[in-house]
């Protein structure tokens, strides 16, 4: 046994403590514990981490983070290792030491050997004064929760800053078809490896509306884009400095997008006699996440055949594509936060040919965004034509519906209504049995929902899993 | 009868939804069977033509994206809408881009940057940002409801009147209850939100000043606004009790 310091046992008995009480409430547990052991002893994530044989990973960005760490934690699992993971999206340092925490004994000793830890980007600098990640992975910046992070490059300067901080013993993992998170790389004296989609029929020309980085990272000139995936994300190079989209080591050379799968076919230093990889996720942004998934275990050494069986046994998490069956219909869950995920969740829906029956919430609570003026960066023009039925409700459903309304949706197809529970029977009655709903709705929203969908008896509270 | 809207710098100050404005103007406009055209005006580009558009949408933007901004407007292209403005054109400008029409922006070290200098405001660098729902009433009772987001504070100078006075949230600079500045057809405020989708009787006021340039004064026909209406006390009743 590791020798624990006193204050960590202490920290860890009292934040175990708290995690037991409120899972007796019923409670899911996912930040509380960490606080108070953090309180307790703010070195708790460290000096539990560093007991950890095959390292931590932490993975961040904008978009994808969530799923993106939960396929990594399969690898590992698939691996044979045992992976501590803050699977229920708690991923502020407080979700980071509760899972800690309801990994460890009453002594502070690990059950896990690799810890998975999915971090909120604006919490980076933070985190990482509190452990060395052997692995971290950027997924994108784009711009989200303005309220809270303001301004995306201000943001990137910060993680950039932490990022200085690493030692080489520290691999970066980066997206390099996000010119910001590219960037990043060069703060960072360790190895880098980047991740990316090469496939030349993905994307256009045309950078879209809400673009946070049409400028060069290293010198403010306009960027050339000779494929533009979603946002800021594509084929780029600046022409006045020089800096380009940086060389793939983990890329995907033919993307096939299915209604309910993604088929990858691998490119670049990686590939050996493999056939293409199967994610059970559709949208290209899940293409993205695998890739990032894989590049982090290929820096833990773990063999692309066991990643692969992983990410086809995937499961989408909370609000990430799953579906829920209730009364006949089938119900898509799918939890969105920014414009560039809402216009990737919505590409991945257009591209299904369907008519959407749509259940819409919005809220304004701090992890939803307080402002919601996002939902106008957000390309409902490309949804609105296709639109069957909208059901809309949410503590800000009046600013849902009125997008909808300026986004020319005739107004006998959207129906506002109050309450979860009645919203949730208003949309499901508005879907003849067989078809399908799809819920789109912010986090606190989706909670919501998906309490009123349990208490339906349609579903099992989320952080079950 | 045909409205234009010239769109100022969308690739640089285009943030927290501004670009919902635009697109209240030319709905608000087509819903009435005004045929709109939008044109975008960008740093670097030829000389704007300063003839051409009747109301322009100027939004907030990164600092990165406002630097920029302002060394454009130093050159010819500030000369260019300047020219406009003074040729009748409507301006509707929120956070940066109300800052830059001001007479200078003063940061916390260094030299005053000069603004365009068409809205008689002065901003200050502040200690506290502001952020939150930002609720106000016009001096003839009509409410305006926003997000504010700056660290900017801004102070009106005698030529320019204040859009509405504060009843929650900050405003120009969190002391004298005033939010944003009127001076002839140009508006400056702190609204994101959208501001116009959510007040559309100041998108309405923008059309009409836009259209009186080319077509004199119009009389606008109503729309049903019942959904903006609602959509704008369900977020005053959040600015009221959780901000």
């Known amino acids: ?465 | 009868m045909d409205l234009r809207i010239g769109h100022l710098y969308p690739d640089l100050m285009s943030i927290y939804g501004d670009r919902g404005n635009v697109i209240a103007l030319s709905q608000r406009a087509a819903w009435r069977g005004i045929d709109v055209e939008t044109r975008t005006f960008t740093a670097g580009e030829a000389r704007f033509d300063p003839d051409w558009a009747d109301v322009y949408f100027f939004g907030g933007g990164q600092d990165q994206g406002q630097d920029l901004v302002g060394a454009d407007l130093a050159g010819p292209n500030g000369d260019a809408l300047r020219r406009s403005i003074a040729g009748g054109a409507a301006v509707f400008s929120v956070c940066g881009g109300y800052q830059l029409l001001g007479k200078e922006y003063v940061p916390d070290t260094g030299e005053p940057i000069p603004g365009l200098g068409v809205l008689d405001v002065t901003t200050r660098a502040g200690k506290v940002r502001f952020v939150g729902n930002l609720l106000c009433e016009t001096d003839d009772g009509k409410m305006l409801i926003g997000f504010e987001n700056h660290s900017g504070y801004t102070y009106l100078g005698p030529l320019a009147k204040p859009l509405g006075r504060v009843i929650a949230g900050h405003g120009n600079n969190g002391t004298d209850k005033t939010e944003g500045a009127v001076q002839g057809r140009l508006i400056g405020c702190y609204l994101h939100g959208s501001a116009l989708p959510k007040n559309p009787w100041l998108a309405d006021q923008l059309i009409s000043w836009g259209l009186a340039r080319r077509h004199g004064a119009v009389d606008l026909a109503p729309l049903d606004d019942t959904d903006e209406d609602a959509a704008r006390a369900q977020a005053a009743e959040v600015a009221k009790t959780r901000t």
């Open chain 1, 1 to 465: 046994m590791t020798p624990r310091s006193l204050r960590t046992i202490a920290a860890v008995a009292a934040g175990k403590a708290t995690r037991i009480a409120l899972q007796r409430l019923g409670r899911g547990a996912t930040a509380l514990p960490g606080i108070v052991a953090l309180n307790l002893a703010p070195n708790a994530i460290a000096s539990l981490s560093a007991t950890m044989t095959h390292g931590t990973v932490c993975v961040s960005g904008t978009n994808g983070k969530t799923t993106t760490a939960r396929m990594l934690s399969d690898i590992v699992r698939a691996a044979g290792w045992a992976p501590v993971h803050n699977r229920s999206g708690s991923n502020l340092d407080r979700g980071i030491a509760a899972a800690l925490l309801a990994d460890s004994t009453w002594g502070g000793e690990l059950r896990g050997n690799v810890g998975v830890f999915e971090i909120d980007e604006a919490s980076v600098p933070r985190v990482l004064t509190r452990l060395v990640p052997r692995v971290l992975v950027v997924t994108n910046l784009f711009r989200d929760q303005l309220d809270r992070y303001f301004e995306i490059d201000a943001l990137a300067k910060r993680i950039a800053q932490a990022i200085a901080g690493l030692p080489d013993s520290t691999t970066l993992v980066l997206n390099a078809d996000d010119p910001i998170v590219a960037y990043l790389g060069q703060s960072h004296r360790g190895p880098v490896l980047f991740f990316g989609v090469d496939d030349p029929a993905v994307g256009g020309t045309v950078a879209q509306a809400i673009s946070d980085a049409t400028r060069c990272p290293r010198c403010k000139a306009p960027l050339r884009y000779t494929r533009v995936i979603l946002a800021h994300v594509g084929d780029w190079r600046c022409d006045h400095c020089g800096l380009e989209r940086p060389p793939r080591d983990v890329a995907a050379a033919a993307v096939r997008l299915g209604a309910n799968a993604t088929e990858v076919r691998l490119a670049g230093a990686v590939t050996g006699a493999i056939d293409d990889l199967v994610v059970p996720l559709p949208g290209l942004y899940n293409a993205y996440n695998a890739l990032a998934a894989l590049a982090a275990a290929r820096v833990l050494d773990i063999s692309l055949s066991t990643a692969a069986r992983a990410l086809k046994a995937f499961k989408p998490a909370f609000g990430r594509l799953e579906i829920v069956e209730a009364e006949g219909r089938r119900l898509r869950l799918l939890l969105v936060k920014n414009p560039a995920g809402f216009n990737a969740a919505i590409g991945a829906l257009l591209e299904t040919g369907r008519r959407p029956r749509i259940l819409g919430a919005l809220n304004d609570r701090d992890a939803d965004s307080r402002d919601v003026s996002w939902i106008w960066d957000a390309d409902f023009e490309a949804l609105a034509p296709r639109i069957e039925h909208a059901t809309i409700t949410g503590l800000r459903g009046r600013d849902l519906a009125l997008r909808l309304k300026y986004a020319g949706v005739p107004r006998d197809r959207v129906t506002v209504v109050d309450g979860w529970a009645p919203a949730i029977r208003a949309a499901i009655d508005a879907t003849p049995p067989g078809e399908e709903l799809v819920v789109i709705a912010t986090y606190t929203a989706m909670l919501s929902l998906r309490d009123a969908l349990a208490r339906l008896g349609y579903v099992g509270q989320f952080w079950e899993d």
